[in-house]
T-cell receptor, first 114, second 116 residues
């Protein structure tokens, strides 16, 4: 089972920031938070990941709470092309002996409205 | 295009037929994963390879399913005697394990299988 919980769906107005929450209250100390998204009929796409510090890249920002039990993915200026299912996943990438398979939940369907 | 490539993109087959899908990972990636996704659900792990070795198989991978990665490069997933319940999107992903650290996974566009 997925170790994260996310809202089923969210709406966001085009041009506004989209803030997608994720709860991961059972995250262990060596697990990172990963975000992927899946646009309709395509494969999942990596967005960003982090351990405990906030992270930013060209796609998004990731804010992780100090206790690491929850996080928020921020798309600063959502466009119609950002409409997708967003998955929050926890994983330890540094244990080379592990499968490092991704355990997906059902994610959040973000609908960006014009 | 140096991403993960899957072929075919779509496959319609009659129940009872065998089908084979191919995945070409990113060239330097030594790990290759297969996932299955049904409508409204997130992808579910099926199996993975490190180089040519198949190291883990999910309970979802019945004995009608077989996967290979003969030279540690491309991989094939074969389903024998297809059933309607096999209808799904089959996704391939690859990543690079260096030392004890694994990069993020890169996914292909998937193969959508419809069994009629």
């Amino acid at each position: 089972d997925a170790k994260t919980t996310q809202p089923t769906s969210m709406d966001c107005a085009e041009g506004r920031a989209a803030n997608l929450p994720c709860n991961h209250s059972t995250i262990s100390g060596n697990e990172y938070v990963y975000w992927y998204r899946q646009i309709h009929s395509q494969g999942p796409q990596y967005i960003i990941h982090g351990l405990k510090n906030n992270e930013t890249n060209e796609m998004a920002s990731l804010i992780i709470t100090e206790d690491r039990k929850s996080s928020t993915l921020i798309l600063p200026h959502a466009t119609l092309r950002d409409t997708a299912v967003y998955y929050c996943i926890v994983q330890n990438p540094h244990y080379g002996g592990a499968t490092n398979k991704l355990i997906f939940g059902t994610g959040t369907l973000l609908a960006v409205q014009p | 295009d140096t991403g993960v490539s899957q072929n075919p993109r779509h496959k319609i087959t009659k129940r009872g037929q065998n089908v084979t899908f191919r995945c070409d990972p990113i060239s330097e990636h030594n790990r290759l994963y297969w996932y299955r996704q049904t409508l409204g659900q997130g992808p579910e792990f099926l199996t993975y390879f490190q180089n040519e070795a198949q190291l883990e198989k999910s309970r979802l991978l019945s004995d009608r399913f077989s996967a290979e990665r003969p030279k540690g490069s491309f991989s094939t997933l074969e389903i024998q005697r297809t059933e309607q319940g096999d209808s799904a999107m089959y996704l391939c992903a690859s990543s690079l394990l260096t030392g004890a650290s694994n990069t993020e996974a890169f996914f292909g566009q998937g193969t959508r299988l419809t069994v009629v």
